[in-house]
């Protein structure tokens, strides 16, 4: 990638074979893997750090609160208001256990349980 090129080592001359007009783009996911430095310097790198329990928890016990304000018509019962702190969390505990127990692998890449189907809930 410095030098524009590879050189091809499978031919008896070690032709130096050109890239032009090549972009690169990559993805991964936070395994282990190192990576070179050498390497890593080429690109911009750009990570998310997951949202923790007690920030998910914040997060969706603000969208139920809305959920029961907006319902002024037909409010919720006390007793189904009194459980959104016990559905936040078991909704979250829900949440982290698919996700260690169904990792993707490479022959079911698609297996991926992420934030955006835990919103669905509410």
Known sequence: ???????????PEKDFRTTIKVSFVTAMQPT?????????????LI????YS???LSAIFTNIM????RAQGK?????????????IVS????????????FRPTPAKSHYTF?????????
């Open 32 to 44: 282990g893997n190192v990576i070179s430095n050498r390497y890593v310097r080429h690109f911009n």
């Open 53 to 55: 329990d007690v920030s």
């Open 74 to 86: 037909m409010p919720f019962p006390d007793s189904v208001v009194r459980l959104k702190d016990n």
């Open 114 to 122: 992420n934030l955006r189907d835990l919103s669905k809930v509410f």
């Open 90 to 101: 078991g909704s979250i505990n829900v949440y982290n256990e698919v996700q260690r127990r």
């Open 1 to 11: 990638m410095d030098y524009g090129g590879w050189y091809d080592i499978d031919t």
């Open 65 to 68: 609160e809305w959920m029961y």
């Open 47 to 50: 990570y998310i750090e997951p």
